[in-house]
Protein backbone atom coordinates (compact mmCIF):
# COMPACT_ATOMS: atom_id res chain seq x y z
CA UNK A 1 0.00 0.00 0.00
CA UNK A 2 1.60 3.75 -1.10
CA UNK A 3 0.91 5.80 1.67
CA UNK A 4 3.19 8.14 3.30
CA UNK A 5 2.95 8.57 7.78
CA UNK A 6 3.83 11.32 9.65
CA UNK A 7 4.92 11.43 13.08
CA UNK A 8 6.42 13.43 15.96
CA UNK A 9 3.89 16.03 16.25
CA UNK A 10 3.04 17.42 19.82
CA UNK A 11 2.36 19.96 22.60
CA UNK A 12 5.25 22.25 23.25
CA UNK A 13 5.98 25.60 24.90
CA UNK A 14 6.88 28.87 22.83
CA UNK A 15 10.58 28.79 21.69
CA UNK A 16 10.48 24.99 21.40
CA UNK A 17 11.17 22.67 19.22
CA UNK A 18 9.96 19.50 17.88
CA UNK A 19 11.36 17.25 14.92
CA UNK A 20 8.79 15.54 12.85
CA UNK A 21 9.02 12.86 10.11
CA UNK A 22 7.35 12.10 7.12
CA UNK A 23 7.97 8.09 6.60
CA UNK A 24 6.93 6.75 2.80
CA UNK A 25 6.12 3.28 2.15
CA UNK A 26 5.48 0.68 -0.89
CA UNK A 27 7.33 3.79 -3.18
CA UNK A 28 10.94 5.05 -2.76
CA UNK A 29 11.06 8.57 -2.58
CA UNK A 30 14.33 8.88 -3.59
CA UNK A 31 13.45 11.22 -7.22
CA UNK A 32 10.33 12.77 -5.80
CA UNK A 33 10.19 16.51 -4.09
CA UNK A 34 8.45 16.28 -0.79
CA UNK A 35 5.86 19.34 0.85
CA UNK A 36 5.18 19.84 3.80
CA UNK A 37 2.07 21.57 4.55
CA UNK A 38 0.05 22.89 7.77
CA UNK A 39 -3.52 23.79 8.55
CA UNK A 40 -4.28 25.64 11.22
CA UNK A 41 -7.77 25.89 13.08
CA UNK A 42 -9.81 27.53 10.56
CA UNK A 43 -7.52 28.56 8.30
CA UNK A 44 -6.75 26.97 4.72
CA UNK A 45 -3.89 24.51 4.40
CA UNK A 46 -0.66 26.67 3.54
CA UNK A 47 2.88 25.29 2.36
CA UNK A 48 5.42 25.39 4.42
CA UNK A 49 8.43 23.79 3.00
CA UNK A 50 9.93 21.60 0.15
CA UNK A 51 12.90 19.49 -0.58
CA UNK A 52 13.53 18.41 -4.34
CA UNK A 53 14.65 15.27 -5.33
CA UNK A 54 18.55 16.82 -4.77
CA UNK A 55 18.47 17.47 -1.77
CA UNK A 56 17.72 21.53 -2.34
CA UNK A 57 15.20 23.21 -0.09
CA UNK A 58 12.48 25.87 -0.12
CA UNK A 59 10.86 27.77 2.93
CA UNK A 60 7.82 30.38 3.48
CA UNK A 61 8.61 33.24 4.58
CA UNK A 62 6.77 32.76 7.86
CA UNK A 63 9.29 29.59 8.62
CA UNK A 64 12.34 31.02 6.90
CA UNK A 65 15.40 30.37 9.31
CA UNK A 66 13.49 28.34 12.02
CA UNK A 67 12.73 25.31 9.95
CA UNK A 68 14.89 22.80 8.88
CA UNK A 69 13.63 20.82 5.89
CA UNK A 70 15.56 17.40 4.97
CA UNK A 71 15.44 13.78 3.84
CA UNK A 72 17.19 10.76 3.69
CA UNK A 73 16.43 8.80 0.88
CA UNK A 74 18.25 5.35 2.43
CA UNK A 75 15.30 5.30 5.47
CA UNK A 76 12.73 7.25 2.42
CA UNK A 77 11.75 9.66 5.46
CA UNK A 78 11.66 13.02 5.52
CA UNK A 79 12.01 15.10 8.16
CA UNK A 80 10.79 18.64 9.42
CA UNK A 81 13.11 20.66 12.38
CA UNK A 82 11.24 22.88 13.90
CA UNK A 83 13.04 25.44 16.15
CA UNK A 84 12.15 28.57 17.63
CA UNK A 85 7.97 27.72 17.45
CA UNK A 86 5.39 30.05 17.99
CA UNK A 87 1.98 29.71 18.81
CA UNK A 88 1.09 30.84 15.13
CA UNK A 89 2.45 27.51 14.59
CA UNK A 90 -0.01 25.36 16.07
CA UNK A 91 -1.52 23.16 13.37
CA UNK A 92 -1.81 19.99 11.55
CA UNK A 93 1.42 19.13 9.37
CA UNK A 94 1.28 17.08 6.56
CA UNK A 95 3.44 15.65 4.33
CA UNK A 96 2.55 15.80 0.43
CA UNK A 97 4.32 14.10 -2.91
CA UNK A 98 2.73 15.92 -5.54
CA UNK A 99 4.43 13.85 -8.35
CA UNK A 100 3.44 10.45 -6.97
CA UNK A 101 -0.42 9.99 -7.25
CA UNK A 102 -0.87 13.28 -5.31
CA UNK A 103 -0.12 11.51 -2.35
CA UNK A 104 -0.89 12.57 1.41
CA UNK A 105 -0.16 11.55 4.53
CA UNK A 106 -2.52 12.22 7.79
CA UNK A 107 -1.18 14.51 10.05
CA UNK A 108 0.42 15.13 12.94
CA UNK A 109 -0.78 17.93 15.23
CA UNK A 110 1.67 20.82 16.70
CA UNK A 111 0.39 22.92 19.69
CA UNK A 112 2.61 25.35 21.19
CA UNK A 113 1.45 26.80 24.09
CA UNK A 114 2.13 27.65 27.12
Known amino acids: QVQVAESGGGLVQPGGSLRLSCAAS????????IDWYRQAPGKSREWVATVTGGGRANYADSVKGRFTISRDDAKNTVYLQMDALQPEDTAVYYC????????WGQGTQVTVSS
Open 96 to 103: YVPDYHDT
Open 26 to 33: GFYIAIYP
